[in-house]
């Protein structure tokens, strides 16, 4: 899921909440967040950068979609391979806002990341 630094927490708590009765099995929540970013506020631009298809005047740097798909293709993917091989197999991707712009793209355009 994007936007950890906001939901991550919320992500985890639904997926404890959706086991109690067996809704979803076991599985492995990852967020990719941002460490630097203080307070959720401070991940705007760097949202915008890393989660739109394409340039917008209203979000200077954003654009860079395809660098993040490489990204958890080729840097993130691997790295969870090797620490959870059994939890990469069937990943599934949640995003809202302009997280959900970003899985909508991703599913269009490199379907086999999640």
Do not use: C, K
């Amino acid at each position: 899921m994007t936007d950890a630094n906001g939901l991550f927490g919320l992500a985890v708590d639904t997926v404890r909440l959706m086991q109690i009765p067996g809704l979803v099995p076991s599985l492995l929540v990852v967020g990719v967040g941002y460490p630097d970013a203080e307070a959720v506020i401070d991940t705007v631009e760097i949202r915008a950068r890393d989660l739109t298809p394409t340039p917008s005047s209203h979000f200077p740097g954003s654009g860079h979609a395809d660098a993040f798909i490489e990204f958890v293709s080729s840097e993130l993917r691997p790295w969870l391979a090797g620490r959870f091989p059994n939890a990469v197999g069937d990943a599934t991707y949640f995003g809202h806002s302009l997280g959900g712009l970003f899985g909508a793209y991703t599913l269009l355009t490199a379907s086999s990341t999640f």
